[in-house]
């Protein structure tokens, strides 16, 4: 029984000993941020890696998910009479839950793991070592840029997959179901708040955007300088981040639209 409690108290202390060192780590990486801001050639760059290069997957995705979430709310709408109401509720999910959720998921699997990786290769090829060696900061030459580039490229991201979304869902509940298209979208146009819906909307995909970005960011950057632990800092960015965005979407959807 000593044993066990004694190994209990070891794993406490040795995680809340992590989780104070990532929490010095986000102070750190903020602290950084406004110096990289002077070379913003360098955001910009990271903003063409990271958003442009996952644009494909993010349209792809949104289309699929609009098409289909088109046709199940379809047929529980009619059901009840209320297939009218198709574009309101089509249009709600996207751009509150599923544009910021899955957006950030997919972000996590793309751009999260490319960082993961390509900061634990500067590592271990000791890229980062010679940064300092040469009185040059990696956190603000490295880091903060690619931090910036996240936080910018998530919520651009997510209103497109919402956008592509609802047009997905317009393909197939006009043009195959046969919904009117002037109810689709008025319907949508009078019972959605630009700041209440699609303004909360835009800052779960922010925050998620930071969110995601850390992660991989310090996932990468705290790795052993292995093959090895490149391939588990990888593998534990997109589970850290996964597990980080269906938590942070329940608790800013209940401060977002807990009251009426």
Known sequence: MTNVVGALGAWTLAWLRSLGHAAFFFVDLLRHAPASLRRFGLVVAQIHAIGNRSLVIILASGLAVGFVLALQMYYALVTYGAAESL????????????????????????????????????????????????????RTRVLAPRFLAGMVSMPILAVLFSAIGILGAYVVAVLLIGVDSGN???????????????????VKSAAFGVVCTYVALYQGYETEATPEGVAYATTRTVVISSLAVLSMDFVLTALMFSTP
């Open 184 to 202: 689709f979208w008025s319907i949508m146009q009078s019972k959605v708040d630009v700041w209440r819906d699609v303004g909360n909307g835009i």
């Open 87 to 138: 574009g309101l509720v089509v249009n709600l999910s996207l751009v509150r839950e599923l544009g910021p959720v899955v957006t950030a998921l997919l972000f996590a699997g793309r751009a999260g793991t490319s960082l993961t990786a390509e900061i634990g290769l500067m590592k271990a090829g000791e890229q980062l070592a010679a940064m300092e060696l040469m009185a040059v900061d990696p």
